[in-house]
């Protein structure tokens, strides 16, 4: 480092700082310096996870407890582009289509992307050599496929060692197929690296729905600068289409939203084993979750033995006056952001040349003063009036901490449909965040022909649930006959205000099978959930055999509620009032605490009534007539006696 940039560290080194109170940082950890100078420090995933999202509670003191400036550097990598060649020309040469590429660049190159407008299912084997005056050719790289397939598996890229060339000449081998058009061609200009570290990923959960697997993968830190999700499958040969996301606050609900989503494969080209097996990421994950969507189509659900996360680092670079032991602070809700004049460096120290230093894994603050910091009150509601509320659930919390509790299907059919009546109430209410996710649960339906002996083409089937309104928006069933084309619709039967019954169709959907074709399933999307206990399918098989189905599943999305518990306190899950507006909560502030936590699983009892419901039952058909015929014979009566009780006249 120049004697210049030396003086300027010492000068801002030395410079006053904003005031500090060691006692209102939570984490204390210690660096060891071997020499005076430039000293470099990684941050640690679990640094990361206790400090704030932006890291602007980080702090360095030296052993006086002075405050240091510092520069915090997030390294990243330059990104690899692309540029067009000067020019371009192919023909084909017996069993061989050759490429002829004028770079016209004199930036090192280590790749190529082919171009070409023909359809999906080509496999061809590539050769690459480089020269600067198209007489002394050079083999880069040979027996590369390049390849695009039917699923959305494809690869027209040609990568080798990093070089400058003026020429390139691509082979193409067409010995087992027909040639190619190839078009153009992209030269990929190479990027630079930038360190990163891997990350232990744990699959916590893998739900598997119709045509998709779901695993629920733990990060083990919040806040983490994700670079790539790799994953492990068992099967030699696969493709799929796997996306990344993870929760987010969105109109006072977790959602899952999209963070990346790629196409990975592992196939067989001639004996040569292609595989993309990573999902690019390049984004910071706030919580510690993230989910992992498998698009399985009609293939048999993808096992993925293990998952793999690699993350950026973040690094800060001070300047030590002295060797010795300093201290890195965090942990502190309340303090402003630092600023440090080293910023007018940054780039000098980037590229200096900086010394390790060693530290310490994070430690409570012996001297740490929670009253200093922002009150926790944020965490516990009003009070409540529970008189309104028809039902409740005791929540059964394992230990305290932010809990994650599935509603079952009894809440989700007695609550309103949009869930402001629900409240999780101990002693008072408990704030808490609704988690829409992309799992799916089956619900029992018990099927039963329903046929009508006065319309013998028509086949129908009575489903019943456990109980109306459950919000099932999905129904699939499975057929043993392997040929025909049906058209089904479901719908139920409603009763209006008059006490006429009505259909309402709940979906329509076409489903076609030939010989030799995978079995599959049927699978219709409801337009809305059903508000009955019953659901009725029917297809018209025309002058065609009955047809027969089996296996009736209904699905409803998972829905959780995120709250943080006392152990010790009793807790219930209140629901089954209309009257009720949606609670108006601290949400996010709440969701930042709640994403960094793990949470705990905590799971709902039996169900207790607290206020009877009202029941409306409507008279319809001869029922209704015969009650009117019974009312009026009644008043008739009643005025018979009343005129005989009155005095004549």
């Not at 509320?389 to 901490?401: E, H, S, Y």
């Not at 909560?585 to 994403?595: F, G, H, I, R, V």
Request: charged content about 25%; some cysteine; glycine content about 6%.
């Amino acid at each position: 480092m120049n004697r210049a940039v030396i003086s300027l560290l010492f000068i801002f080194s030395s410079s006053a700082v904003y005031a500090l109170t060691p006692n209102q940082w939570q984490f204390r950890q210690t660096i060891e310096v071997q020499a005076p100078g430039l000293v470099q420090v990684d941050l640690s995933a679990e640094t990361i996870n206790i400090a704030r999202p932006d890291l602007s509670d980080v702090r360095i003191v030296d052993a006086g407890e002075k405050e240091l400036p510092f520069l915090m550097d997030h390294p990243m990598p330059r990104a690899e582009s692309t540029v067009r060649p000067k020019d371009f020309h192919a023909e084909i040469i017996s069993a061989e289509t050759r490429l002829l590429i004028t770079t016209g660049t004199d930036l090192a190159i280590a790749g190529i992307t082919l171009e070409t407008p023909a359809g999906t299912n080509f496999t061809k084997s590539v050769r690459v050599e480089g020269s600067n005056d198209q007489k002394n050719w050079r083999t880069l790289t040979s027996g590369d496929p390049v390849f695009s397939m039917g699923n959305g598996a494809a690869s027209l890229r040609v990568q080798f060692p990093e070089g400058k060339w003026q020429f390139l000449r691509v082979v193409v081998d067409d010995n087992r197929t027909e040639p190619l058009p190839w078009t153009g061609a992209r030269l990929i200009i190479a990027g630079s690296p930038a360190p990163t570290e891997p990350v232990a990923v744990t699959i916590k959960s893998r739900d598997e729905n119709p045509g998709m697997t779901r695993l629920g993968l733990d990060l083990g830190a919040a806040n983490l600068r994700i670079a790539l999700i790799r994953i492990g499958p068992s099967e030699p040969v696969f493709t799929r289409t796997v996306t990344v996301a993870t929760p987010e606050l969105s109109e006072e609900k977790l959602h899952e939203q999209t963070l990346s989503s790629a196409v990975l494969y592992r196939v067989d080209l001639n004996g040569k084993i292609e595989a993309r097996l990573d999902i690019p990421i390049e984004k910071q994950v706030y919580g510690r979750e993230l989910v992992l969507l498998i698009d399985n189509g009609d293939s048999p659900p993808l096992v993925v033995s293990e998952v793999r996360a690699e993350r950026r680092m973040t690094r800060l670079l001070f300047f030590a006056q002295a060797a010795g032991s300093y201290h890195l602070l965090s942990g502190n809700s309340q303090c402003d952001p630092p600023r440090y004049d080293l910023s007018q460096l940054g780039d000098q120290l980037r590229r200096a040349g900086a010394a390790e230093g060693r530290v310490s894994p994070p430690l409570l603050n012996p001297d740490y003063n929670a009253a200093a910091n922002l009150p926790q009150g944020f965490a516990i509601g009003a009070k409540i009036d529970i008189t309104p509320w028809k039902f409740r659930k005791p929540i059964q919390v394992a230990k305290a901490g932010a809990q994650q509790l599935e509603l079952d299907p009894d809440v989700l059919a007695r609550a309103m449909p949009d869930l402001r009546d629900l409240r999780v109430v101990s002693e008072v209410q408990l704030p808490y965040l609704i988690e829409r996710t992309s799992i799916n649960r089956t619900v029992t339906l018990t099927a039963a022909s329903a046929n009508d002996s006065e319309r013998p083409k028509i086949s129908r089937w009575q489903l019943k649930l456990r109980q109306a309104a459950i919000p099932i928006t999905r129904i699939t069933c499975a057929s043993n006959s392997s040929l025909f084309e049906r058209t089904f619709r479901i719908w139920e039967e409603l009763t209006d205000e008059r006490g006429d019954k009505y259909a309402s169709e709940l979906a329509q959907a076409t489903w076609r099978r030939v010989p030799n074709q995978p079995a599959g399933q049927l699978a219709a999307a409801l337009e809305r959930t059903p508000r009955s206990d019953t659901i009725l399918i029917e297809t018209d098989n025309g002058d065609n055999p009955p047809i027969e189905l089996h296996d009736f599943r209904g699905y409803y999305p998972a829905t959780r509620v995120i709250f943080t518990s006392v152990k010790s306190q009793p807790t219930a899950l209140y629901y089954g009032n209309d009257e009720a507006a949606a609670p108006r909560y601290d949400a996010k502030l709440m969701a930042a605490q709640l994403l960094r936590s793990e949470r705990i699983t905590a799971a709902l009892g039996p169900q207790e009534t607290l206020k009877s419901e009202r029941v409306k039952e409507t008279l319809s058909g001869s029922a209704r007539y015969i009650f009117w015929g019974v009312l009026g014979i009644v008043v008739v009566a009643l005025l018979v006696l009343i005129s005989r009780l009155l005095p004549k006249p």
